[in-house]
């Protein structure tokens, strides 16, 4: 049972333009969002977090949106980087709650 | 500020013998979790600790599996005994009492089971 799902695998982008990255979850009761980043062999960084009190949030060239009707969130970048090449994972967790579901990642690859 | 630590960074090993992964969390941390990540299932969490205790270990998939937290700067991840299947990175990570503080990853171990 998969509570929280990124069905893209892979996103190719070029420099210079925004990158979108997509997660659905399906438990309505998660009230916190968080971005990770990853790169190879290295653990994941977080990126940037939303509680569901918000529908956005903002840092820097990230900013995550959330639709909770639809139980969806998204990561823009922008403008996307050769850095910002990695997979990225979203997570969601219950406020008070330590335990995070993770999605199964998006590797983004930025192209020169 | 050191991170969190994970020793072994690679280990190989032969199905059957018994395997040891080991975390150091960032200092002032009361919370410490251990996580697999596999092609099939994704990063998937196994056990979390507060202050030392272990909280929710339903992720543990078998009794193969064990994880002690001994004291606030150190836990181990016990395979025993080992299987084939059980060939993938292992990272622990730590959070503040915060729950809205994200956790910090450490690097992994990744491990091979022959």
């Known amino acids: 049972d998969q509570q929280v799902k990124q069905n893209s695998p892979s996103l190719s982008v070029q420099e210079g333009r925004i990158s979108i990255l997509n997660c659905d979850y399906t438990?309505?009761?998660?009230?916190?969002f968080l971005w990770y980043k990853k790169y190879p062999a290295e653990g994941p960084t977080f990126l940037i977090s939303?509680?569901?009190?918000?529908d956005k949030n903002e840092d820097g060239r990230f900013t995550v949106f959330l639709n909770k009707s639809a139980k969806h969130l998204s990561l823009h970048i922008v403008p996307s980087q050769p850095g910002d090449s990695a997979v990225y994972f979203c997570?969601?967790?219950?406020?008070?709650?330590?335990?995070?579901?993770f999605g199964q990642g998006t590797r983004l690859t930025i192209n020169p | 500020d050191a991170g969190v630590i994970q020793s072994p960074r690679h280990e190989v090993t032969e199905m059957g013998q018994e395997v040891t992964l080991r975390c150091k969390p960032i200092s002032g941390h009361d919370y410490l979790f251990w996580y697999r990540q596999t092609m099939m299932r994704g990063l998937e969490l196994l056990i979390y600790f507060n202050n030392n205790v272990p909280i929710d270990d339903s992720g543990m998939p078998e009794d193969r599996f064990s994880a002690k937290m001994p004291n606030a700067s150190f836990s181990t991840l016990k395979i025993q005994p080992s299987e084939p299947r059980d060939s993938a990175v292992y990272f622990c990570?730590?959070?503040?009492?915060?729950?809205?503080?994200?956790?910090?990853f450490g690097d992994g171990t990744r491990l091979s089971i022959l």
């Open positions: 990570a730590s959070s503040p009492v915060n729950s809205n503080q994200p956790q910090h």
């Open positions: 438990n309505s009761m998660f009230d916190y």
């Open positions: 997570a969601a967790s219950f406020q008070g709650a330590q335990k995070l579901v």
């Open positions: 939303i509680s569901s009190i918000k």
